[in-house]
């Protein structure tokens, strides 16, 4: 896969730079922060691009970065990696885009087998989140959904975990040990359960519709 | 205070809290102490943990244990990465610094589980005002009261003036600690629970 990077920390950079050469990727364009990675990617192609969040332009160079390549190059995926994991940023990158783009703790990438799964999801088309924060977003949904969770079993509750970090029902079902079809039938009880409903069977729109109904106020 | 040299250099970090640094230099102090966790301790540790994967990938497949030592040390890493985290959030949460007030609180609401109801511009108030106020509020969060809580802010001439309904009289002491050293004030209405209204000076 051909990777382009932006990231201010020099220790960091050189690190990420290496792994992405041993897990077999070309690293395409390296930067210090997003205006000079925009300006190295005119006329060269990536397939990912990978953003620190907190990076020049100051205060959140990534996020301001990763909309000018969408623009420019809305096939590119996106790939943010950042030192926190919070959801106000989550929804911030969904506001982006909802499709071939990521969010995964920094250190949570350290392994090219990690590293390729998350770029080749991103490739795909697939929205990435970091288990951290997906499994925070489960436990500790806003308001009132805390009582709508309470009607999912355990088994359910794993499912929508898993698929909270973006995961395909294949995903989710060699995760969790179990058949897809048996995955299906959870995800069809889940949305029954909590009242959701999703035109399409398009992995990333479902997960979507998940992460939206966590973040969300209960109007009733 | 004025920032003791020592303190940017390295070694000793004076614990700031009640009763060491207080007024107006302590949270900027604080800010400046979450962004030298991030830039510093907190980089080095992310990079070490791609240093151990670069490590692992030329380990012989065969060796289990050996694979197995490295993930552990990666877990580790982690583990550490997040006790730093914990340590940048009681500092002054990067959210606040980077976000603002609203987005700070919300996730703070979000992560105590307490209801709140926030109307809070987007606009700035500085750091100091917003560490107080922010602060301010995570404490009173902190005690889980019952019912919900509005959160109202807004600027007021210099100030940024903070309404907050829904919590027990005690509470007014957290706003008193945070605005008064800044020269701010804070007024008590209503029973129990009251509505506070709780004045800092943005300087």
Same mark, same amino acid.
Request: proline residues 7%; charged residues 25%.
């Given at each position: 896969m051909r990777v382009a990077l932006a990231e201010d920390g020099a220790l960091f950079r050189e690190g990420l730079q290496m792994l992405l050469r041993a897990a077999g990727h070309e690293v395409v364009g390296c930067?210090?922060?997003? *205006?000079? &990675?925009?300006?190295?990617?005119? @006329?060269?192609?990536?397939?990912?691009? #990978? %953003?620190?969040? $907190?990076?020049?332009?100051?205060?959140?160079?990534?996020?301001?970065?990763?909309?000018?390549?969408?623009?420019?190059?809305?096939?590119?995926?996106?790939?943010?990696?950042?030192?926190?994991?919070?959801?106000?940023?989550?929804?911030?990158?969904?506001?982006?885009?909802?499709?071939?783009?990521?969010?995964?703790?920094?250190?949570?990438?350290?392994?090219?087998?990690?590293?390729? *799964?998350? &770029?080749?999801?991103?490739?795909? @088309?697939?929205?990435?989140?970091?288990? #951290? %924060?997906?499994? $925070?977003l489960v436990e500790r949904p806003r308001g009132d959904r805390r009582n709508a969770l309470g009607v999912l079993t355990e088994r359910e509750l794993d499912v929508l975990r898993v698929m909270a970090e973006g995961r395909s029902n294949t995903g989710i079902a060699a995760q969790l040990y179990v058949t897809p079809k048996a995955v299906e039938k959870h995800i069809a009880n889940i949305f029954g359960k909590l009242g959701l409903t999703t035109e399409t069977t398009q992995q990333h729109r479902r997960v979507l519709a998940v992460l939206t109904y966590l973040r969300s106020q209960d109007a009733g | 205070m004025t920032v003791d040299p020592a303190c940017r250099d390295g070694d000793a970090v004076p614990p700031p809290g009640p009763g060491r640094v207080t007024g107006w230099s302590q949270w900027s102090q604080r800010r400046g102490l979450e962004r030298r966790l991030h830039d510093g301790a907190a980089l080095r540790v992310s990079a070490l943990a791609l240093r151990l994967g670069l490590v692992r990938c030329r380990l012989p497949e065969d060796d289990v244990e050996l694979h197995a030592a490295v993930d552990g040390m990666q877990d580790e890493l982690h583990a550490?990465?997040?006790?730093?985290?914990?340590?940048?959030?009681?500092?002054?949460?990067?959210?606040?610094?980077?976000?603002?007030?609203?987005?700070?609180?919300?996730?703070?609401a979000d992560r105590r589980g307490v209801g709140v109801t926030l109307d809070v511009p987007d606009n700035r108030f500085g750091a100091t005002a917003e560490g107080a106020a922010y602060f301010a509020v995570a404490a009173s969060l902190a005690a889980r009261p019952a019912g919900r809580i509005t959160v109202a802010a807004h600027r007021d001439g210099a100030d940024l003036l903070l309404r907050v309904h829904g919590v027990?009289?005690?509470?007014?002491?957290?706003?008193?600690?945070?605005?008064?050293?800044?020269?701010?004030?804070?007024?008590?209405?209503?029973?129990?629970?009251?509505?506070?209204?709780?004045?800092?000076?943005?300087?």
């Open positions: 930067a210090a922060g997003g *205006d000079e &990675l925009v300006a190295m990617l005119t @006329g060269v192609h990536a397939d990912v691009a #990978v %953003l620190d969040i $907190r990076m020049p332009p100051e205060p959140d160079g990534g996020l301001v970065t990763a909309e000018r390549l969408r623009a420019l190059y809305p096939s590119m995926g996106l790939l943010f990696l950042s030192h926190y994991a919070e959801s106000h940023y989550l929804m911030r990158i969904l506001d982006i885009g909802t499709d071939a783009i990521g969010y995964r703790l920094k250190e949570k990438v350290g392994s090219v087998e990690v590293l390729t *799964d998350t &770029l080749d999801r991103i490739h795909d @088309g697939e929205i990435v989140i970091e288990p #951290v %924060l997906a499994k $925070r | 550490v990465l997040q006790e730093l985290r914990g340590i940048a959030a009681a500092l002054y949460p990067p959210l606040l610094d980077e976000a603002g007030l609203g987005p700070a609180l919300r996730e703070e027990p009289r005690a509470h007014a002491a957290h706003f008193r600690e945070g605005a008064e050293p800044l020269g701010g004030s804070v007024g008590v209405g209503g029973g129990d629970p009251v509505t506070i209204t709780a004045r800092f000076p943005c300087g």
